[in-house]
């Protein structure tokens, strides 16, 4: 195979060369000259394009020298007449063509050219042309391999937002169901003996019970909400919303957020990756950015869905983003990518950090709206 062939012919290494040349003679210096050198080769003569192009389709050549002008057409009209994706060089092997011959040529992709007075450089010309493609190939092989591994990469990484997500979701049923169902029926029971209860001593227990009750509902429901945000449903504003003023609660950090348009409706996938962005956003500015104030921009302008976080805390360094164990940013540029976006993160030390999804909406249409 193409691949598999080293950068030089080694000496055992048989070269398949298809000559086309109309003059005899000329084959017979070309053939002499290679048969003074280290390579071994095994050289075809054709004359006419018909037989040039019968000669290709037949066996595969490592190789082709051309004459420029030929009887009724040129070499140009041979190299174009390939029909191969990954053609071998194909070298000029020609008298005087002139200046424009040549850059017509080179343009179309042509290797080398050599002068047939100039024999003596022809096996330097043709292992030169060898190693060039045997470097393209390997370019253009590892390019391929790269673009494969990224492309599963990307597939991984979806299927596993969508299994994460199906397993909260599921979770989040068993807690709703299980777990909601049996405290609010022990809520009731007590609701039930407080009504028939006179003692003080054991209403107080009864009181007591009841208010670790209801502080686990409250437990299980904010479990529930973080695990599967069914407050999506209102639309991604209204969930935005929702983790910002939780957040400013919790932490006592000023949080401000702002709209181009309070009911922008998207995709639910693009929806769920701009609030999975945000709730990690936040999370990592609760955790690292000691900050006093966050400000969250949403929009829809020109067609592309912006999220902005951004804090006035100490900002991140690059190394930071690099930590080996650190999987949310990353897991965000990944999750980003899933609906055909991207994640910028833009910091400097001291001056805050600010985390950017940007998703375009003009293909949005080929994501299920449920
Ligand atoms: N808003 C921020 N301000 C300052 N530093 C931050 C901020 N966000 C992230 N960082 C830094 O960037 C690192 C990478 O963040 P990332 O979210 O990827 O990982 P993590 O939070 O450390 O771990 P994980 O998210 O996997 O639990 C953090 O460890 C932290 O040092
Ligand atoms: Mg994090």
């Given at each position: 195979m193409?691949?598999?062939?080293?950068?030089?012919?080694?000496?055992?290494?048989?070269?398949?060369?298809?000559?086309?040349?109309?003059?005899?003679?000329?084959?017979?210096?070309?053939?002499r000259?290679?048969?003074?050198?280290?390579l071994?080769?095994?050289?075809?003569?054709?004359?006419?394009?018909?037989a040039?192009?019968?000669?290709?389709?037949?066996?595969?050549?490592?190789?082709?020298?051309?004459?420029?002008?030929?009887?009724?057409?040129?070499?140009?009209d041979?190299?174009?007449?390939?029909?191969?994706d990954?053609?071998?060089p194909?070298?000029?092997?020609?008298?005087a063509i002139?200046?424009?011959?040549?850059?017509?040529?080179?343009h179309?992709?042509?290797?080398?050219?050599?002068?047939?007075?100039?024999?003596?450089?022809?096996?330097?010309?043709?292992?030169?042309?060898?190693?060039?493609?045997h470097?393209?190939?390997?370019?253009?092989?590892?390019d391929?391999?790269l673009?494969?591994?990224?492309?599963?990469?990307?597939?991984?990484?979806?299927?596993?937002?969508?299994?994460?997500?199906?397993?909260?979701?599921?979770?989040?049923?068993?807690?709703?169901?299980?777990?909601?169902?049996?405290?609010?029926?022990?809520?009731?029971?007590?609701?039930w003996?407080?009504?028939h209860?006179?003692n003080?001593?054991t209403?107080?227990q009864?009181?007591?019970?009841?208010?670790?009750?209801?502080?686990?509902?409250?437990?299980?429901?904010?479990?529930?909400?973080?695990?599967?945000?069914?407050?999506?449903?209102?639309?991604l504003?209204?969930?935005?919303?929702?983790?910002?003023?939780?957040?400013?609660?919790?932490?006592?950090?000023?949080t401000r957020?702002?709209?181009?348009?309070?009911?922008?409706?998207v995709?639910?996938?693009i929806?769920?990756?701009?609030y999975?962005?945000?709730q990690?956003?936040?999370?990592?500015?609760?955790?690292?950015?000691?900050?006093t104030?966050?400000q969250?921009?949403?929009?829809?302008?020109?067609?592309?869905?912006?999220?902005e976080?951004?804090?006035?805390?100490?900002?991140?360094?690059?190394?930071?983003?690099?930590?080996?164990?650190a999987?949310g940013?990353?897991?965000?540029?990944?999750?980003?990518?899933?609906v055909g976006?991207?994640?910028?993160?833009?910091?400097?030390?001291?001056?805050?950090?600010?985390?950017i999804?940007?998703?375009?909406?003009?293909h949005?249409r080929?994501?299920?709206?449920?």
């Amino acid at each position: 195979m193409t691949f598999a062939q080293p950068a030089t012919p080694s000496p055992q290494q048989l070269l398949r060369i298809l000559h086309l040349e109309d003059s005899a003679i000329d084959h017979q210096l070309v053939c002499r000259a290679l048969a003074k050198g280290a390579l071994r080769c095994d050289i075809a003569r054709v004359e006419t394009l018909e037989a040039f192009t019968a000669a290709m389709a037949q066996e595969p050549f490592d190789l082709i020298l051309a004459d420029f002008r030929l009887p009724g057409f040129t070499a140009l009209d041979a190299w174009l007449s390939i029909k191969a994706d990954k053609p071998p060089p194909f070298i000029l092997l020609s008298g005087a063509i002139g200046e424009a011959a040549a850059v017509a040529a080179i343009h179309e992709g042509i290797s080398d050219y050599l002068h047939k007075d100039d024999l003596s450089r022809l096996e330097r010309v043709i292992e030169r042309a060898l190693e060039v493609r045997h470097a393209r190939l390997a370019k253009e092989r590892a390019d391929a391999e790269l673009a494969a591994s990224e492309r599963r990469l990307a597939e991984f990484a979806e299927h596993l937002q969508t299994t994460i997500e199906q397993e909260r979701a599921a979770i989040a049923r068993e807690i709703h169901d299980d777990i909601g169902g049996s405290l609010a029926a022990a809520n009731l029971g007590l609701a039930w003996l407080s009504r028939h209860e006179t003692n003080p001593a054991t209403l107080a227990q009864i009181q007591s019970a009841t208010d670790m009750l209801q502080h686990a509902i409250g437990a299980s429901q904010r479990i529930m909400r973080n695990l599967r945000p069914a407050i999506l449903d209102q639309g991604l504003f209204a969930a935005v919303q929702w983790l910002a003023s939780g957040f400013e609660k919790r932490t006592g950090i000023s949080t401000r957020l702002a709209t181009n348009n309070e009911h922008l409706s998207v995709a639910k996938p693009i929806e769920l990756t701009a609030y999975r962005t945000a709730q990690e956003a936040l999370t990592n500015v609760s955790k690292y950015a000691a900050c006093t104030l966050v400000q969250i921009d949403i929009s829809d302008a020109d067609d592309v869905l912006t999220l902005e976080v951004t804090d006035n805390g100490k900002g991140i360094g690059a190394e930071e983003l690099d930590k080996p164990s650190a999987y949310g940013i990353r897991g965000l540029r990944e999750r980003a990518k899933t609906v055909g976006g991207w994640l910028d993160v833009s910091s400097r030390a001291g001056a805050g950090t600010s985390i950017i999804l940007s998703v375009p909406l003009t293909h949005e249409r080929q994501f299920p709206t449920e």
